[in-house]
C-alpha cells in the first residue's frame, strides 16, 4: 500500500518506542538529533531469506524507494550510518555525513569520538544554513 509522509512519520513516530533502545539513545541521545526534524530511511528495504544484503539488492532497492524518498523530503542533511551506507553517497544538494552503525562494535572511546565529530559538523552546518537562510 501507499502511505503520504505525515502518516508515514507519524507511524514511524509510534513504532520507535519498540524499537533497540540503543538505536534511540545513539541518534537522539547522543548525536542529539530533534526526534520531530529527523526522517529515517533504510537503504534494504527489501527483506532477503536469511537476513542477507546483497549489493544488487541494495541497489535495486536504493534507486526503488530510498533515492525516491530522499528526493521527495529534500533534506538538508543526510547521516550514512555504517560502512555499507556509504557507496550510497549520491546527494549532489544535501550535505552527507557517514558516521558508525548505531549497533557499532568499535568502544565507547570510539564513540565517544565520533558524536563529538558529528555534533561539530552538524553545528558548523547549521550556523552555516541559518546564516544564508537570513540573506534570502
Known amino acids: 500500500g501507499k502511505l503520504n509522509l505525515v502518516d508515514l512519520f507519524e507511524h514511524q513516530a509510534d513504532a520507535m518506542r519498540y524499537w533497540n ?4 539513545g545513539f541518534y537522539f541521545h547522543k548525536i542529539g538529533l530533534i526526534k520531530e526534524e529527523t526522517a529515517f530511511a533504510n537503504v534494504a528495504w527489501c527483506s532477503t531469506e536469511d537476513n542477507k544484503y546483497p549489493s544488487r539488492m541494495l541497489e535495486r532497492c536504493f534507486r526503488k524507494h ?3 524518498l530522499i528526493d521527495s523530503l529534500k533534506p ?3 547521516l ?7 557507496k550510497f553517497d549520491r546527494f549532489e544538494d544535501t550535505q ?3 558516521t558508525l552503525h548505531y549497533a557499532h562494535r568499535k568502544g565507547h572511546h570510539a564513540e565517544n569520538a565520533e558524536m563529538s565529530r558529528i555534533r561539530e559538523v552538524i553545528n558548523q552546518y547549521s550556523e552555516h544554513y541559518a546564516g544564508n537562510r537570513n540573506c534570502t
Open 96 to 98: 552527507t555525513i557517514k
Open 76 to 78: 538538508d542533511l543526510i
Open 80 to 86: 550514512l550510518s555504517g560502512s555499507t551506507t556509504y
Open 66 to 68: 530510498t533515492k525516491p
Open 21 to 24: 533502545k540503543d538505536f534511540e
